[in-house]
């Protein structure tokens, strides 16, 4: 499975942005999707994750109600709308795949990454 995440920039406090991963796979749907973020000097950290059939989200408590994760099936694709964008937001982010049913935010247990796409939130 290759990803390809897209959608990254530079964005002033309070603003927003949408980012994507397009999977390529046929079987797009039987993986749970999540975001991570990785800032300089830190640990790549959970950002939020989404079931296999889009029923179930969650996130880390530093980006719950400003950022939502979804996912289209039909175009293989998974997005990540980030809204009230903070300084701290600052990060490249990836998605990841994980080949099962359970929703995960342990980093350990997702198969294929994405090359990531950075995020810079000016203050």
């Known amino acids: 499975v290759q990803l390809q995440a897209s959608g990254g920039g530079l964005v002033q406090a309070g603003g927003s942005l949408r980012l994507s991963c397009a999977a390529s796979?046929?079987?797009?749907?039987?993986?749970?999707m999540g975001w991570f973020r990785q800032a300089p000097g830190k640990e790549r950290e959970f950002v939020g994750a989404v079931s296999r059939n889009g029923g179930s989200t969650y996130y880390a408590d530093s980006v719950k109600g400003r950022f939502t994760i979804s996912r289209d099936n039909a175009k293989n694709t998974l997005y990540l709308q980030m809204n009230s964008l903070k300084p701290e937001d600052t990060a490249v982010y990836y998605c990841?795949?994980?080949?099962?049913?359970?929703?995960?935010?342990?980093?350990?247990?997702?198969?294929?990454w994405g090359q990531g796409t950075l995020v810079t939130v000016s203050s």
């Open positions: 990841a795949a994980d080949y099962t049913y359970r929703v995960s935010a342990d980093r350990r247990d997702y198969d294929y």
């Open positions: 796979t046929r079987t797009f749907s039987t993986y749970v």
